[in-house]
């Protein structure tokens, strides 16, 4: 039986250095993560509220502004102008989707790139590709910090990953080649999905398909990283099925309490990265 890879302890380990990090700087002021979120999309809610209730938790300002779902893109653009311009706010962060009035694009590229803590501006996507520090997606920042905390390396080895989205896909190739991984990644048009599966060493699985990967498409001893969510009959579920996995695989994220939990533990890092930068504090989160 594999062994089972905790978001819930990673995520305590991340929030402990971030409020180290808090502690020594608490004389000096209190870092702001500003969230945005419009209109009622229920998952969407309980998202920003989960990152505002951490921020908070850990002794970070955490402010949501909820706009209507009726909001123009001049009006929130103008919102996040003004958030660009407070210097008391340290990260902005768009709750996406956004409704299909308003272009995600104009508004990603509207946050200051000093302020953008999920990493989506055009111009932090091209840092990390250049290997320039700037701050990576918090989904597979999450996925890579929980790698190093179990001790499993990447270095030389064979990851494969499943979907090429600009939030995970992508850059999780991106941070597995850049500790020299050698990286394959599928997607909807790849032919025998199986073939490169059954490759990996490391399997990172991030296609939003309930199931997808079964116990035979996994290499026996590999690592298996579940980053779907589904709420399939009223439970959560994965992209992989769990129970056949986690009898071939070494070591195995469940769902829910695998990558979930990293994600929010790592907006919190990536805001704390960003304030101390952009005000001169020194120090770092990891
Ligand atoms: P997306 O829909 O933007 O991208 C899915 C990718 O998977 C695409 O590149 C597509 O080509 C590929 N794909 C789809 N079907 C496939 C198939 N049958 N075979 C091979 N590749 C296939 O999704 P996303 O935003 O990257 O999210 C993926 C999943 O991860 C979703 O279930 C989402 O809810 C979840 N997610 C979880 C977290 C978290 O914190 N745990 C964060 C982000 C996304």
Not at 99 to 104: A, F, G, L, N
Not at 108 to 116: G, H, L, S
Not at 173 to 202: F, G, N, P, W
Not at 209 to 235: C, M, S, Y
Request: aromatic content about 2%; some cysteine; overall charge neutral.
């Amino acid at each position: 039986m594999a062994e089972i890879l905790d978001g819930k302890r990673v995520a305590q380990a991340l929030h402990e250095r971030v409020e180290a990090q808090l502690r020594r700087v608490a004389g000096r002021g209190r870092l702001k993560l500003s969230v945005v979120l419009v209109g009622d999309h229920p998952a969407s809610a309980s998202y920003v509220r989960g990152k505002q209730r951490t921020a908070e938790k850990l002794g970070l300002d955490g402010e949501v502004h909820h706009l209507p779902e009726s909001v123009t893109e001049p009006e929130l653009l103008g919102l996040i102008d003004r958030l660009n311009a407070d210097p008391q706010v340290d990260g902005i962060l768009v709750q996406l989707p956004l409704p299909p009035h308003i272009d995600e694009r104009t508004v990603i590229e509207r946050i200051a790139p000093e302020k953008d803590v999920d990493g989506f501006h055009p111009l932090n996507v091209g840092r990390n590709l250049a290997g320039v520090p700037a701050v990576w997606p918090c989904t597979p920042a999450g996925i890579m910090a929980m790698l190093d905390f179990y001790g499993i390396s990447v270095a030389g080895q064979h990851a494969v990953v499943v979907g090429r989205s600009n939030i995970v896909g992508k850059p999780m190739a991106q941070m597995l080649l850049q500790a020299d991984a050698t990286v394959t990644v599928c997607h909807r048009k790849t032919q025998s999905l199986t073939e490169y599966t059954r490759r990996a060493d490391i399997l990172v699985v991030a296609a939003g398909v309930p199931g997808l990967i079964r116990g035979d498409d996994i290499k026996p001893g590999a690592v298996v990283v579940d980053v779907g969510i589904h709420r399939v009959n009223g439970t959560i579920t994965g992209d992989v099925a769990f129970d056949e996995a986690a009898r071939v695989a070494r070591a195995i994220t469940p769902v829910p309490g695998g990558v979930g939990p990293l994600t929010v533990a790592m907006l919190m890092v990536n805001t704390v990265r960003l304030g101390l930068r952009r005000r001169g504090w020194g120090g770092d989160v990891l």
